[in-house]
């Protein structure tokens, strides 16, 4: 899947001589925690929520209603953004917006194509996306394996679960390794459960342990 198919393409933006006034504005009537800065259709920078409160006068100010708004009018977005933020390309693998997002703690990327902002990928996005990816919402049994880290074992294993009566809905296996160990997690839809992990047991290598067998409805 890529980044286009789960981006927002229509976010709202700001322009780098918007007030900060208006960006409060937006933030708070739209309940929106980023805004992109577009000029001329490029990215130049990105607003957060967290920046314009940082910006905000505290409630203690002693300036005068017409003193504070119009030191929120004189502020504008160049002054508050970030500049050259990370971004990421629309027909990038969402694996990269997600790697992006990890790697540098950020909340969201703005999504480019030919060099011109088209869209916003947010952590929210991404998390829906591995949500959907990984078949959560699909009623399932998860299987968490340890098997041997060589070449052929995860078909082998799959094999087993097959002819067990079990249907695969999704598998992750985690880089790390261990003393020649693959863990790895296989959500399957099976009908008996007990049987399955029988099954699993009885098999032997390359399944080197059955770690855990649960229902996920």
């Known amino acids: 899947m890529i980044v286009k198919k789960r981006m927002v393409s229509d976010a709202i933006t700001l322009s780098p001589d918007d007030s900060f006034k208006k960006a409060i504005n937006i933030v708070q009537d739209k309940g929106i925690r980023h805004l992109p800065v577009v000029d001329n259709g ?8 967290r920046d314009l409160a940082k910006a905000s006068p505290s409630a203690a100010t002693s300036l005068s209603v017409y ?10 977005i160049k002054d508050l953004m970030t500049k050259k933020p990370i971004t990421v390309d629309a027909n ?7 790697k992006l997002i990890h ?16 869209g916003l990928v947010t952590k929210s996005d991404i998390l829906g996306t591995f949500v959907e990816i990984l078949g959560l919402g699909i009623p399932s049994v998860r299987l968490e394996l340890d098997l041997e880290n060589r070449a052929g074992a995860l078909m082998e294993t799959l094999k087993t679960i097959r002819d067990a009566g079990g249907y695969l809905v999704s ?47």
Request: charged content about 30%; some cysteine.
């Open 42 to 49: 490029r990215v130049v920078g990105i607003v957060t929520d």
């Open 67 to 76: 003193e504070l708004n119009y030191l929120l009018s004189s502020i504008t």
């Open 92 to 98: 990038a693998p969402i694996e990269e917006a997600a």
């Open 103 to 118: 790697e540098h703690n950020i909340g969201a990327l703005p999504v480019v194509e030919d060099g011109k902002f088209v």
């Open 171 to 217: 598998i992750i296996t985690f880089q790390k390794e261990e003393a020649g160990i693959r863990k790895s997690v296989v959500r399957v839809r099976v009908d008996d459960e007990a049987a399955l992990r029988a099954a699993l047991e009885k098999a032997g290598p390359p399944i080197m342990k059955v770690c855990d067998v649960c229902r996920l409805d």
